[in-house]
């Protein structure tokens, strides 16, 4: 499997199964240089596992995944590491250490690259504390730099993450579900800083949400997953709201099966 220059994430057949449960289907997806995409589905779709695949989190039962010209399945030790550095995540939860000061969580972004443990502020170099405090001035939060991260509100605590992620200074930017936990109107700030910092860095993003219409406003191009397959692949200036709802659509082969759809889907619009 060979990349063009420009294509930053391939996907090729790729399969992965938990034990007799298949989590992604013969799926194959190519990602290009600064591309935004999205990823739709119910829950258990598959989304959050190809979102793993993508930096050796996890790996496929079949088929093959490709991250900036390198083969993830092939990769071990230093060389996983080196590109994992070059991939942010950030996650639904945030993943912030509550007792420590916004800065330093910012600056554990960027522990791929140090050598020896780190304990406390005065354990990292100046470049890469201004560096830190750089990214949060870009996120919003220079004024709370040393506040504990456990004092500030979810919105805050995820652009904390953004910056943590950006410390990495990555070319893929993956998010898992990044406002899940937010009120709309955190979650539409968090969005569109997240675009906005990818114009500037040229930045490639995949991003999973479960909101129809801030993924149509946001995105470049939605992937629709459901039973871990695509069926859905189209630059978002080509879809309707309704043609996106139809990822959601399958039939329901009881009563109990039909309740959990319908939950599913008004969790997903209630949060938009």
């Known amino acids: 499997m060979s990349s063009t220059t420009n294509t930053i994430v391939r996907l090729d057949g790729v399969t992965k199964r938990f034990g ?24 258990g779709s598959g989304k959050s596992t190809l979102l793993r695949h993508l930096d050796g989190l996890e790996v496929p039962t079949s088929g093959a995944v490709e991250v900036l010209g390198e083969q993830v399945t092939r990769l ?10 070059q991939v942010g995540f950030i ?3 945030f993943e ?21 443990p780190r304990l406390g502020l005065f354990s990292y170099a100046k470049a890469r504390k201004l560096a830190a405090l750089g990214h949060l001035d870009r996120v919003g939060l220079l004024d709370r730099a040393y506040q504990r991260a456990d004092t500030l509100s979810g919105g805050q605590q995820q652009r904390v993450a953004i910056a943590r992620a950006l410390m990495q200074n990555p070319k893929v930017l993956l998010a898992d579900e990044p406002v899940a936990s937010l009120d709309p109107e955190s979650s539409d700030q968090v969005m569109s800083l997240i675009r906005e910092i990818a114009a500037d860095e040229g930045l490639t993003v995949i991003c999973s949400l479960h909101q129809v219409d801030l993924a149509i406003s946001w995105a470049d191009r ?4 459901r039973h871990g397959r695509v069926v859905l692949d189209t630059p978002t200036e080509q879809l309707s709201k309704a043609e996106v709802m139809e990822i959601y659509g399958r039939v329901a082969t009881s ?17 938009q």
């Not at 007799?20 to 591309?35: F, H, I, K, P, Y």
């Not at 071990?76 to 994992?84: E, F, K, P, T």
């Open 20 to 43: 007799v449960t298949t989590a992604l289907e013969d799926v194959s997806l190519s990602v290009e240089r600064g591309e935004i995409v999205v990823l739709l589905g119910l829950s």
């Open 76 to 85: 071990s030790g230093r060389r996983l590491r080196a590109l994992r550095g």
């Open 91 to 93: 996650f639904q939860q």
């Open 96 to 116: 912030l250490v509550p007792s420590l000061t916004v800065l330093e969580n910012v600056l554990t972004g960027a522990l791929a690259g140090i050598r020896g």
């Open 222 to 225: 939605i992937v629709g997953l």
């Open 255 to 271: 009563t109990a099966e039909l309740r959990v759809v319908q939950d599913e889907l008004l969790a997903a619009e209630v949060v």
